[in-house]
Antibody, heavy 118, light 109 residues
Framework: VQLRESGPGLVKPSQTLSLICTVSGDSINSGDHYWNWIRQHPGKGPEWIGN???????NYDPALKSRITISVDTSKNQFSLNLSSVTAADTAVYYC???????????WGQGTLVTVSS | SYVLTQPPSLSVAPGQTATITCGGNKIGSKSVHWYQQRPGQAPVLVVSDGGDRPSGIPERLSGSNSGNTATLTISRVEAGDEADYFCQVWDASSDPPYVFGPGTTVTVL
């Protein structure tokens, strides 16, 4: 199983951060897992942002809920993250990862650094 | 939201035992997982709740959980164990339900 994040590494303040996670070696459509976005600020622990199920149902961190949209494209075996109205505080490494319910995040992407700066 | 605490750093000599703690209210009743992260790399699951280890993770790494403290133990520490270690829990009563600890940096002397 491999996950790979893609998207711009630089986003201007107030704009929308958009990332895609492409999954290989597993089918999102199988319904066996949740597909998650996690971010990590420099020198800090990871932070769970939200997840999506193959059906399109989502769960979000309440602190970010007003700015987040996570969606899934099962035909491409991809899921995506949109984070609106970004500020410098959203600068972080963003990871996509797989898990199921209470189970651990067993596969992660390599991560992509997104910097918010004008 | 649920809060986890970890010591920021730990130094250990090769061949000795490293004990990394993760504190949380009644954490002993929750599922706790441990991840290793080397510089510039993504976290890697090393021990899941119940002490399970993914394929390729040595038996030297083990986990325990009771009361208000979960523990990751690394026996016979090697230079390759130098990394950051994070605990993570799933708490149904917390929002968000997935919480990570701040991490412990293990330095091998």
């Amino acid at each position: 199983v491999q996950l790979r994040e893609s998207g711009p590494g630089l986003v201007k303040p107030s704009q929308t951060l958009s990332l895609i996670c492409t999954v290989s070696g597993d089918s999102i459509n199988s319904g066996d897992h949740y597909w998650n976005w996690i971010r990590q600020h420099p020198g800090k622990g990871p932070e769970w942002i939200g997840n999506v199920y193959y059906s399109g149902s989502t769960n979000y961190d309440p602190a970010l809920k007003s700015r987040i949209t996570i969606s899934v494209d099962t035909s491409k075996n991809q899921f995506s993250l949109n984070l609106s109205s970004v500020t410098a505080a959203d600068t972080a490494v963003y990871y996509c990862a797989r898990n199921w319910n209470i189970r651990p995040f067993d596969f992660w992407g390599q991560g992509t650094l997104v910097t918010v700066s004008s | 939201s649920y809060v986890l605490t970890q010591p920021p750093s730990l130094s250990v000599a090769p061949g000795q035992t490293a004990t990394i703690t993760c504190g949380g209210n009644k954490i002993g009743s929750k599922s706790v997982h441990w991840y290793q992260q080397r510089p510039g790399q993504a976290p890697v699951l090393v021990v899941s709740d119940g002490g399970d280890r993914p394929s390729g993770i040595p038996e030297r790494l083990s986990g325990s959980n009771s009361g208000n403290t979960a523990t990751l133990t690394i026996s016979r520490v090697e230079a390759g164990d130098e990394a950051d270690y994070f605990c993570q829990v799933w708490d149904a009563s917390s929002d968000p339900p997935y919480v990570f600890g701040p991490g412990t940096t293990v330095t091998v002397l």
